[in-house]
């Protein structure tokens, strides 16, 4: 793409950015002469500009709002809410017709002229204009198109170089002359060119614009800057007083300088960690200011990708104001701390969140003004967004003084989509409901606006969010507002990671998705146990799945027999509601490591989430808890058998499974028979053909209960035992997993009902021994016949 | 390879040697030769992909050429690293030794003969005949990029077993 046009493209888009919400403040305080003269001069710089690189469409539109912003600026008229409407219409065409510029370079075709209609509409509408000539003025604007040729076109022209001049640097200025002589030379080159009007210039135009033309140009001036307005004058020159003071780079530039200085940093890293094995004194002194001079250089260069949030705010002021407008709500819009900062990265990866967020406490939150007297409260409605920082991150909250959230609604539409029984929402606390909109299709709207109510909802920002490290908490009192907090982490470039071995070979491990370490060892507190080959876990009453990292990764040392000190730790981790634990055999420390991109060829890896240089020079694999989980599956699917072979013991001594189901004693299950014990959140669980089902391992397996008094959970997860019935798995619902227990059972009561074989003591307690066959029969009867 | 050729039209390859015979690499390609690196092994990585190792800050995956074209792992782990670019990565092609900097004239590259094994003809971007041996001309890209598709290859057939 051009260089020019580029240029164009960005300053025009953060003058777009800067337009909206000077606009949104013009609105709040209707003819302030600098926010108008700051307007216009905006306005007047995109229309200049374009009419010099040639973008007759664009520059028509932008024409158009010039108009009526110069009658603004010379007192004429009044701004209306309308009015600001329109224009800011004539932004978002701008804006259309930028984005159309970006991917095509051409201009798109069609017309805006309804837009335009209505905007010189607007401009002459009013209170007739006192200065007839610009009348004329006017109206020729419109024939220009047509009357090519005729001398006000050389004016045209005129002012076009003028405007190009006072663009450009002295550096484009010879190539600038050289582009412009075809232009004067045939003055009829170009009838799209309009003219301009101007609203001061009843004295002869064209000396105006020679005198002005030779004044800019020897001044590389900024390039926002005009000497065009006379009444801002103060204003433009504080902002030149900044834009002198920054420049604009490239973010590839900024993106190497990052690798560097953390390349720098790792070398670093290594240099003292030689240093310390050494007694070299000398070396020390230096090695001690380059250590210095290159934290400080990392924190420079951090600064350099770190952004204002008021960057992803920008937008909000006009989101607001059209929100407000559409849904006849009076809405006042706090930003504190738009000067906090944060990473380049993290700041895209939240704007989408944050405007939804906004959008939908404008939407759902704020009452209309009617109902917000009628509960004692003032008018307008407020919605507060503030940022700062906290430890390691940045906390953004986003809080209304709305109606907060509907409970009854909550809970109404919670039963409906089959999320809990009614008994479970009546135990649940407030919170806990409130925790119901951010499951996937939960929306409370009652119709669907053209804001909201569409389903796409809390369940996609809170995912958006956690996948960048952060967290959402959501307080809400109904009647009196919500108040939604993110927390999240500073940058995406340097995490803290946790560095684990297995099998000889070292990994990290985010932190972030570590919720705790636990040392399991035979005689400790905590034990590892198996069922049928799968490692389980029992901490704290919950039932943990374990995965082996070296069997995950398939490391596993050939014919080396498992140490008895190997795998000694468990590493918590949680991926979004679900924890598990990953075994380890040793755990190292934490360390800040620069996260680089896996390999191309190694990409189709889901377990490695990237890869690192350590202190040490090592290269080390990171760990994604996310792909863990998902090739945890697949793994735990051809487990080793040798837990089977192993549990074929000599003695009568038989391993049992004690559950609790329905009402009554604990039952019981021969561990040999069950398959594995898996625990099957809620929503999972679906209602097909009479009965439960749950999708697992690519098919359908049925559920049934343990007894009819078994609990079906609506949230959290529901432990299942899994059985084989003729070659396919088959689930028993139980209401929660109690132990796993060696005995020499032997049944002092034998079953009065079907499904029980009989009963004895267990651990101090009755305990009844379930034959689950009936229950398989049931579940599956076709494949038992085929067995018979 | 326009850039390669020097004014008198010749070539500079680095010969390397493979399961007995040698290759080269045309010296432009070529990054940076290195002794036995230490490598850390990935784990569920394709087996030609021995691992990735550092190279002065910047992390280079470690392919070892023998297993890329099928052939049995190479006994002794103390082998040369010669490190190249493809598509913007850097990739360390491991050989079982490095011979010296040649100079060929372009103009006496022959065509690849039909009878050369397959294995060699695929990643084969010419011959050389030099009075010692045949000197098989090593289409870096091509080796490389038939590695990702094997590696596709075993991923689809993962998938669908």
């Known amino acids: ?788 | 390879m326009s850039n390669n050729s020097r004014p008198d039209g010749a070539v500079q390859y680095l010969t390397v040697s493979v399961a007995g015979q040698t290759l080269g690499i045309p010296v432009l390609q070529v990054d940076d030769v290195l002794g036995p690196q230490r490598i850390t092994r990935v784990p569920l990585a394709p087996p030609a992909v021995l691992g990735s190792l550092n190279m002065r800050g910047h992390i280079v995956t470690a392919v070892d050429v023998r297993r890329t074209l099928g052939f049995a792992a190479a006994e002794t782990s103390a082998r040369m690293c010669v490190v190249v670019e493809h598509k913007n990565e850097l990739y360390s092609l491991t050989v079982d030794s490095v011979g010296e900097v040649m100079s060929l004239s372009a103009g006496e590259l022959a065509p690849t003969p039909i009878t050369v094994a397959p294995v060699w003809r695929e990643v084969s971007k010419g011959i050389y005949r030099t009075p010692e041996q045949l000197l098989i001309i090593l289409d870096v890209d091509r080796l490389l990029a038939g590695l990702a598709q094997q590696d596709k290859a075993a991923t689809t057939q993962a998938l669908a077993a």
């Not at chain 1, 929402?425 to 939960?442: C, D, T, V």
């Open chain 1, 1 to 788: 793409m051009d260089d020019l046009l580029k240029e164009f493209l960005t300053e025009t888009a953060e003058n777009l950015a800067v337009l909206d919400l000077e606009l949104v403040k013009l609105e709040q305080t209707p003819n302030d002469p600098t926010l108008l003269g700051n307007i216009f001069r905006l306005v007047h710089t995109i229309k200049g500009t374009c009419g010099f690189l040639g973008l007759p469409r664009l520059e028509r539109v932008a024409h158009a709002a010039e108009d009526v912003l110069s009658k603004l600026r010379a007192g004429e008229m009044t701004t209306t809410p309308e009015m600001i409407s329109l224009i800011l219409k004539a932004l978002d065409t701008v804006r259309f017709i930028l984005g159309e510029l970006e991917t095509n370079e051409s201009e798109p075709d069609g017309e805006d002229s309804a837009l335009i209609a209505q905007l010189h509409a607007l401009a002459e509408g009013d209170a007739p204009s006192p200065d007839a000539v610009e009348a004329i003025f006017c109206s020729q604007t419109q024939e220009a198109g047509e009357c090519a040729g005729e001398a006000e076109n050389v004016e045209a022209l005129l002012e076009d170089i003028k405007n190009g001049l006072s663009q450009l640097e002295r550096a484009e200025v010879l190539n600038l002359a050289a582009s412009i002589a075809p232009l004067v030379a045939g003055v009829a080159i170009d009838p799209e060119r309009d003219l301009e009007i101007r609203p001061e210039p009843v004295a002869p135009p064209n000396l105006v614009v020679v005198h002005d033309r030779d004044k800019p140009a020897p001044v590389p001036a900024a390039k926002a800057e005009k000497s065009e307005t006379p009444a801002p004058q103060a204003a433009a020159s504080g902002e030149s007083a900044v834009a002198g003071q920054t420049i604009r780079v490239s973010v590839d530039l900024l993106e190497n300088l990052m690798t560097m200085v953390s390349e720098l940093v790792l070398t670093r890293n290594q240099l003292l960690q030689l240093a310390r094995n050494r007694k070299d004194q000398d070396f020390l002194a230096p090695l001690q200011s380059l250590s210095l001079v290159t934290s400080e250089l990392q924190e420079g260069v951090m600064k350099t990708r770190m952004q204002p949030i008021g960057n992803a705010w920008s937008k909000m002021p006009r989101l607001i104001r059209d929100l407000s407008i559409e849904l006849g709500k009076k809405i006042d819009l706090q930003m504190i701390g738009a000067e906090t900062e944060l990473d380049r990265q993290v700041l895209e990866l939240i704007k989408d969140p944050l405007t939804h967020m906004v959008r939908n406490s404008a939407d759902h939150g704020i009452e209309t003004p009617e109902e917000r007297l009628a509960a004692g409260k003032t008018e307008s409605g407020r919605i507060r967004l503030e940022a700062y920082h906290e430890g390691g991150h940045i906390i953004i909250e986003i809080a209304d003084d709305g109606r907060g959230l509907p409970l009854d609604k909550i809970r109404a539409k919670a039963l409906k989509n089959g999320l809990a029984t009614e008994a479970q929402l009546a135990e649940m606390s407030s919170q806990q409901i409130q925790q119901f909109i951010f499951r996937a299709g939960f929306s409370t709207a009652a119709s669907v606006t053209s804001v909201s109510g569409r389903g796409v909802g809390m369940d996609v920002v809170r995912t958006n969010i956690e996948k960048i490290g952060g967290t959402v908490e959501l307080r809400s009192k109904e009647g009196s507002g919500s108040r939604f907090l993110i927390k999240i982490p500073l940058t995406l470039a340097i995490v803290s990671a946790l560095i684990v071995e297995a099998s000889g070979e070292r990994f990290a491990i985010p932190q972030v998705s570590v919720l705790e370490l636990v040392r399991a060892r035979g005689d400790s507190e905590h034990r590892i146990e198996q069922i049928q080959g799968t490692p389980v876990l029992r901490l704290r009453n919950q039932l943990l799945p374990l995965v082996r990292l070296r069997q995950l990764l398939e490391i596993e040392r050939s014919g080396a027999e498992e140490q008895p000190g190997g795998e000694d730790y468990v590493v918590v981790l949680q991926v979004g509601a679900m924890n598990f634990g990953v075994l380890v055999d040793r755990v190292f420390d934490a360390e800040e490591i620069v996260v680089k991109p896996v390999a191309p060829l190694l990409r189709h890896i889901t377990a490695f989430s990237g890869n690192t240089i350590l202190g040490d020079g090592s290269v080390i694999m990171i760990l994604d808890p996310n792909g863990m989980l998902a090739s945890m599956g697949e793994v735990t699917a051809h487990a080793p058998e040798e837990a089977s072979a192993a549990a074929g013991p000599a003695d009568s001594r038989q391993a049992l499974l004690l559950f609790r189901a329905g009402e009554g004693a604990p039952k019981a299950v021969p561990l040999s028979t069950i398959q594995r014990l898996e625990h099957f959140p809620a929503r999972t669980i679906e209602w097909s053909d009479g009965r439960f089902v749950v999708q697992y391992r690519g098919g359908l397996m049925p559920l049934m209960p343990a007894n009819p008094g078994v609990q079906r959970i609506e949230s959290g997860s529901q432990p299942v035992l899994v059985f084989e019935a003729g070659g396919r798995s088959v689930g028993i619902l139980v209401d929660e997993i109690i132990d796993i227990v060696e005995v020499d059972f032997a049944a002092d009561l034998a079953g009065s009902q079907p499904e029980i074989l009989g009963s004895g003591v267990i651990a101090g307690k009755a305990t009844e021994l379930l034959d689950t066959r009936p229950l398989l029969a049931l579940a599956a009867p076709s494949t038992l016949l085929s067995a018979a």
